[in-house]
């Protein structure tokens, strides 16, 4: 049995630890919670993942949440959820304070590119293990590509790749459609709802009626986003970074990269960066007003994930029993490692290369790496944390350290 300091300290670690965006999150979960921990089988951990792919909101968080909620219900769920975003939200919060009174600093940008290269070792061990465990049949396999291309090369809509495999599985599974023998857990699922739902929308409501404007405007904003990030943080950043550089002007649009780049290089679900714009906005009527903001904006990002998995959890188990519905998680599972390989190859593209331009052909929504700006020093970390975590099994935490100070050191000189 789990006890609650053992769930602590593994979602304090795994906090710290988060960087590389969702398929490294997911794959330091992996290595942590199934491979040594064996908190969750192979099988729940995969169903599960699948399940959080079909919600709104950081899946990676999600995941954290639900396994949180696994071993110890629902504090469980809020310690593993919330330990999971409090690392990053902390160092997002205090790298926008600094950033909104003196601009970018140098030696902050040195260690987190080191980071980033090591974090990239991670991402591709993900991709192998995921993959080792998920693919097991040939119908599988074909579906992680056909996934992988939809997404890399069409730009396809991560819900509708997400769903035409569930779809696929559902349809094909030899078995007749059935229920499972597990009762319907509707109680659970709607106390949870109504719980969780009065714990987002009531202060939404307060924030609406009661604070200055610009932070009525956060509350609600960010309330809306919580509701269309399908697919994670990358499915919405373009569209909220338009909306809040040319629409609401915010931030301006250098801003903007800035605050992709820090969410790209902390720890925490990349969806962080909405902290970094609610402290900006709300920063231009003072430090406290900044502060409200975002304080406000992590509460209307993260509390409707809780009421997600809190009202969804209960049926995963469910899901996995019956037979039409089990071969669809495996459909979007096999779908899932598609998505995978996607963000590595998009994570490896931006961290190797200083020039990554967009190319479109008709159908075709291509990246292309300038092959001229490769990036010695980044490229090089990369393979030294790929050496050390496959062939020599370094602690994930000594080889992001030392890729770190490598970098800082090789800037300053």
Known sequence: MTTLPELTRAFTR????????????????HR???????????????SALSFCMLLPGPEAMQLATWIGWRKHGTLGGLIAGGLFVLPGAIIVLALSMIYAAWGTLPLVAALFTGVQAAVLAVVVE????VSKRALKSRAQWIIAALAFAALFFFAAPFPAVILAAGLYGFFTAKSNPSTSTLPSPWAQSLRATAIWGAVWLIPLALT???APPILGDIALFFSKLAMLTFG???????????????????LTQPQMIDGLGLA???????????EFVGYLAAAKQGIAMGLAGAIITLW????????WIFAGAPWIARLIHAPRLSQALKAITAAVVGVIANLSLWFAAHVIFASVTPLSYGPLQLIWPDPTSLKALPTALAGIAAYLLLRRHWPLPGVLALCAITSAAVAAF
Do not use: N
Request: some cysteine; aromatic content about 10%.
């Open 300 to 307: 209307m990002t993260f509390a409707p994930c809780f009421l």
């Open 208 to 210: 609406l009626l009661l």
């Open 232 to 250: 994670g943080a990358y499915a919405v950043l373009t569209w909220m970074a338009q909306d809040v550089v040319q629409q609401k002007q915010w």
């Open 14 to 29: 795994i906090g710290v630890l988060s960087f590389g965006g969702p398929a490294a999150q997911i794959a330091l979960m």
């Open 126 to 129: 993900a991709l192998l293990r």
């Open 32 to 46: 942590e919670l199934v491979d040594e921990q064996q908190w969750v089988t192979e099988e729940e951990y995969l």
């Open 264 to 274: 790209e290089t902390t720890p925490g679900p990349l969806i962080l960066v909405t």
